[in-house]
Nanobody, 124 residues
Framework: QVQPVESGGGLVQAGGSLRLSCAAS????????VGWFRQAPGKERVFVAA????????YYADSVKGRFTLSRDNAKNTVYLQMNSLKPEDTAVYYC?????????????????WGQGTQVTVSS
């Protein structure tokens, strides 16, 4: 079992950058695929990006492709979401989720372990 903890959120102007981190306790974190989802006020939680256990495969929502980059350092039990060229529509609470084998990286329901979320606010 792992417990993801997000950090790195904050307030940034449009066009700026932030790097979110997802750290997890437990030596089995490297055995888990990790996904990032976000939820804006009044909207459903949606897929942002995901990374395989080895880090060899990454997946992105069309809305963030080319702007966000996902990576992981299994030695540090940490996954990083680098967010560049941020837009006001990126404003949301960002959640990190982990699962041994989500089968479908894009579906929130496939992930067993969730963090508490970190707020990202992009001002225009």
């Amino acid at each position: 079992q792992v417990q993801p903890v997000e950090s790195g959120g904050g307030l940034v102007q449009a066009g700026g950058s932030l790097r979110l981190s997802c750290a997890a306790s437990g030596r089995t974190f490297a055995s888990h695929a990790v996904g990032w989802f976000r939820q804006a006020p009044g909207k459903e939680r949606v897929f942002v990006a995901a990374i395989s256990r080895s880090g060899g495969s990454t997946y992105y929502a069309d809305s963030v492709k080319g702007r966000f980059t996902l990576s992981r350092d299994n030695a540090k039990n940490t996954v990083y979401l680098q967010m560049n060229s941020l837009k006001p529509e990126d404003t949301a609470v960002y959640y990190c989720a982990a699962d041994l084998n989500p089968l479908n990286y894009y579906l929130a329901a496939r992930y067993d372990y969730w963090g508490q979320g970190t707020q990202v606010t992009v001002s225009s």
